[in-house]
């Protein structure tokens, strides 16, 4: 199978074509430079997103603001919205609370990226 | 006590329910829209116009000339700005000199004082920027600015202390006689009065053809317009025509008393009476044409484009006063340029005729205006010093391009005819007319407005109906499905 | 001239700094650290932070921190040192006026007006977001129109949605960024319009932020008509030809409640007119010297009040620099030296500093910095001192949406002879 994407380690964003084999890149064209190739790799076979979003706090207009701690899956990231639309979080939280733990089985936590006191 | 229903929150409408109550009788006022100054009032070129543009012998003259004598003492009555920089027509062509001296002509038989043409020497020493392929100008002196929906909300603010009722969202659909009275069915339910005032403004071809068998027309003509930052240093001390057309006065290029520069308008005919919409072609002929004027001409201080829509009556004169054969009903119908100018006179002469002719008694005590604070952008250091001392509310700079502090959004709001909207905020104490467009202070005015209307963020509304800035909560929608 | 009442009440600063965003903190943290004592910062907003505090996605400090932080959280480190210095902050304090001898006028609720004499003033406003009329987009005056920015504050700071079919006008980052955001809160994106042929956003959020979310990045687009007459309903777009007009026939139309624009960010220099400083027709900035002073003695620019920055690593950098200056200027540690202009050459928009020093005494490194006017491939960037060339650098690619920098060497600064420096791209 063939991939067309975008390498996005600096301004030249090479298009890179990616050919895959039973889910394995097995060759990589298009890169100027080796930080394109271990892109590719990890872009193809294993796509990781560090999720961010402004979550309600009850009783508060402003809401906070969390992130995942690490990348979790592409995948994961609308049912990762979906499981932090279930919170009902309420104040204070501190930056740096863990508002979420282990977000849709990732092992990730989500954690809160300001403060409301 | 007589009932009379004033129909439309314009200009128009406000100065003659101002001066209306000066009589004894119950008044109400009913706008179509969410606040006075909606339609025509809010987008103009802010003139007053000395009078030599209408011909003479016509309504238009005579108002016009009569209201631009009025305009300074009724601005510091109410508290509205006014200014008289004097205007310029100018001639470009040795074909256009005769226009220039038939406006002089015109002006001298209107009554028009301190007329005069002058050349091109003088011309270019009086205004450095002109384009030097001037001919000759027709000057007018007496020619002045105000700002036409600040005008308005004064107005409406006077009348409301004397006891007119001011009703929004109210649009009368349909008015009929009835007996003694008259009927009019509006967005509000039916409503009964035993006088009308008819200052409908586009609207009011319609009413008046369901009250008077001699029909009228109203053709929406639409002018559109360029409005440049007063970060700009003014070019022009007066307000520059060109010669005028069938359609119109042509495009200016003029000062506003805020030191904005307005360029424009264009006149077009156009079907949908609702139609404020700006386009391409339109303002690339505001462009064009105010290059004559001013060849030095930069967009690049454009802070915003609009359109407005004037009414204008087929045969090109005011209608004025009773409803032709229809005892109760009066009007005020076809009132395009120099409508603003006219106001006045307008509503002095309108009012006269209702009270004599209904013999309504004089009111043994007429209110004054509501003194309003001088803006603070205008207010010296001392007296920042002073305002903010009495309300800490002037200590937060809520727009930072006009410098308008929380304290005067929220006496805007609470107004007697107060905002209710952004947009209303706007126009009254010029949040988010500056450069940035209302970027960063709409969401401060909305939350200000929310919390003195008593209603939720998501029912604040830019210009009423369903121009809500905001759709939901994120609460709201993160419930959703996936997008 | 001031009443007596009034004049008794002027407080006599060393160094003020306007603004309290990222680069009035480092602007403040860095004059303390330099031993200045008598210091005040001035913040119009309820807290500090700027704008950091409304970027909550993810891509600060990587330069400064090596690590990967939101923008809360890398203002927060800033917000820590500065508390930690006991620096004051008034913050929901506007700064009103600065005349050219660097007497300052403020006002705020609790304080009400305040009037200062700086020693130093460090300009730290940052800029703001070109709106729909300075576009001169026609169409209707609808609701459902906002700048980037604005939706950006609405969603993450006060928790309302501004829309829920969105489109955007625009791929500056902010655009980018917001297209995630509101897809991510529950929006629908139908398209990123860009009317240049390329975007001017990072790569790394076009994949992210559009790609990802399979929303259509349509490149030399433009929007013509804006539709609605409560709320916005409809957008026309249309493909534009080389300069920039649209295509009759190529017009589509979107039917959305919500235009966002993100075309170009514009920096607040209206304090920094009123003080006389000469401005750069280029940067929309104050021009300054390599030690970041303006035109005024005594007044200094940094972040983006002073040019557009891309990263805010940058903007912090630059304003330590500005705050050490006008810490070594209230300090007396004057300079003595003859001062050459730097210049734009080919391929080259916006220098800062556009005034450098040839010391007489030892010279300092000095970082320079400018955007590419267009998009440069294996091309070449030359500092020129007349004929003579003082440094040249080899680059895979300028983009304008990427600043570049280039730092100028003690020697080299000794070595101008001329009066006139130029920096040029050579493909």
Redesign the interface.
Known sequence: MERQ????N????CRLQVTLENGQVTRVEGQ?CKRGETYAMQECTAPA????????VQG????V?V?TRTPIP?EQ??PC??Q??TLRLTAPVR?GDVVLSNVCGTGVDVIA??TVE | MKKIIVIGGGVIGCAVARELSRYEAEIILLEGGVDVAEGASKANSAIVHAGFDAKPGTMKAKLNVEGVKMYPRLCAEVGAPYGQPGAMVLAFTPEERPTIEKLYEQGIQNGVEQLRIIERDEILALEPNTNPDVECALLAPTSGLTCPYELTYALADHAAVNGVNFVMNARVNGIRKDGEGFVLATEKGEMHAELVVNCAGMGSGELHNQLSSRKVRLIPRKGEYYLLDHELPLLFTRTMFQCPSKMGKGVLVSPTLHGNTILGPTAEDIDDATDVSTTREALALVNERSRMTWPGLTLRNVITTFAGIRAHEENGDFIIGAVEGCPGAYETVGVESPGLSSAPAIAEMLAGQIAGENALPLKPEWKPAPVRKKPFYAMSLEERVEAVKEDANYGALVCRCEQVTEAEIRAAIRRPVGATTIDGVKRRTRAGMGRCQGGFCSPRVLEILAEELGIDPTQVTKGGGKSNLLVSTIAQAMGKEDA | MLSNELSEQVQSVDVLVVGAGPAGMAAAIAAREAGVESLLVLEREAHMGGILRQCIHNGFGLHRFKEELTGPEYAQRDIDRVNELGIEVRCGTTVLSIDENRFVTAISKEKGVQLFQAGAIVLAMGCRERPRGALGTPGTRCAGVYSAGTAQKFVNLEGYMPGKRVVILGSGDIGLIMARRMTLQGAKVLACVEIMPYSGGLNRNIVQCLEDYDIPLLLSHTVVDIQGKDRLSGVTVAKVDEKRNPIPGTEQHFDCDTLLLSVGLIPENELTRQAGVTMSATTQGAVVDDRLQTSREGIFACGNVLHVHDLVDFVSAESFRAGRAAADYVQGKNREGRYVSMQDGNGVRGVVPQQLLVPEGEAEPVQVMFRPAGVYENATVVVRDGDQEILRRRKRIFTPGEMAELTLKPDMIRSIEGDTVTVEIIV
Request: positive net charge; aromatic residues 4%; contains cysteine.
């Open positions: 994407i975008t390498c996005i600096c301004p030249v964003g100027s997103r560090m999720v961010t979003a402004a979550v309600p508060r207009t402003t809401p603001s992130k592409k990231i609308f919205m979906r932090l639309a930056m990226t300001k």
